[in-house]
Structure formats: C-alpha cells, structure tokens
C-alpha cells in the first residue's frame, strides 16, 4: 500500500505562483512514477506532470514553461511548483503514483487538493 498526502492548494490571482507537495509513505519502493492530474468541473481528469524514479518528467503542453515537477527522496516527497497561473489551470489536482508490486501494476491516488485562480 503506498499513502499519499497533499497539501498546498488555495486560491491565488491570475499570474501568481503556489506549490503543491505530495508526501508518499508505505511501500514507496514499488513506486516508478510520480505525477500531478487536475480535474476541473465537467472535465475529464488529465495528467499535468510527471517525473519518474529516474528523474525524467514529462508535462502537458497547457503547462510546460510554467509549471516545475520535482522530487525530494530524503523526504519521499513530490512539487509542483505552479508560476504564472491562468483562470484555466482552477481544478482540483490530485497526486498519482504508479509502479509495481509483485509482479502487479500499482496505482494510487490522493484526496486531492484544489487550486483556484482568479481573475
């Protein structure tokens, strides 16, 4: 089992910044990769940004040059540093983390936190 605990959201004016973080604890050895996804209200749930156990990342198009993904080991623990925010990134964004365990996928997720931004 792999527990994931986010914090970091709130509300912010169109072109400030907020860092979310995700701390993973349990099984964070059968973790390969750690990511951001975003929902907002009527939408379907889409990834933000990636970075995998050997620290490649990928992002969505909408959030490349704005948005930083980046890890701390030490503190089994993953950012998303968000600048220059736009009306359009509001959602709720949600911590993934995806691996294997026993010769099985694993997926988890967590409760999510919600980000703003105002006009």
């Known amino acids: 089992q792999v527990q994931l605990v986010e914090s970091g959201g709130g509300l912010v004016q169109a072109g400030g910044s907020l860092r979310l973080s995700c701390a993973a604890s349990?099984?964070?050895?059968?973790?390969?990769?750690m990511g951001w996804y975003r929902q907002a209200p009527g939408k379907q749930r889409e990834l933000v940004a990636v970075?995998?156990?050997?620290?490649?990342?990928n992002y969505a198009d909408s959030v490349k040059g704005r948005f930083t993904i980046s890890r701390d080991n030490a503190k089994n623990t993953v950012y998303l540093q968000m600048n220059s925010l736009k009306p359009e990134d509001t959602a709720g964004y949600y911590c993934?983390?995806?691996?294997?365990?026993?010769?099985?996928?694993?997926?988890?997720w967590g409760q999510g936190t919600q980000v703003t931004v105002s006009s």
């Open positions: 349990g099984s964070i050895g059968s973790i390969n990769a």
């Open positions: 970075i995998t156990s050997g620290g490649s990342t």
């Open positions: 993934n983390a995806k691996g294997a365990q026993a010769m099985r996928p694993i997926n988890y």
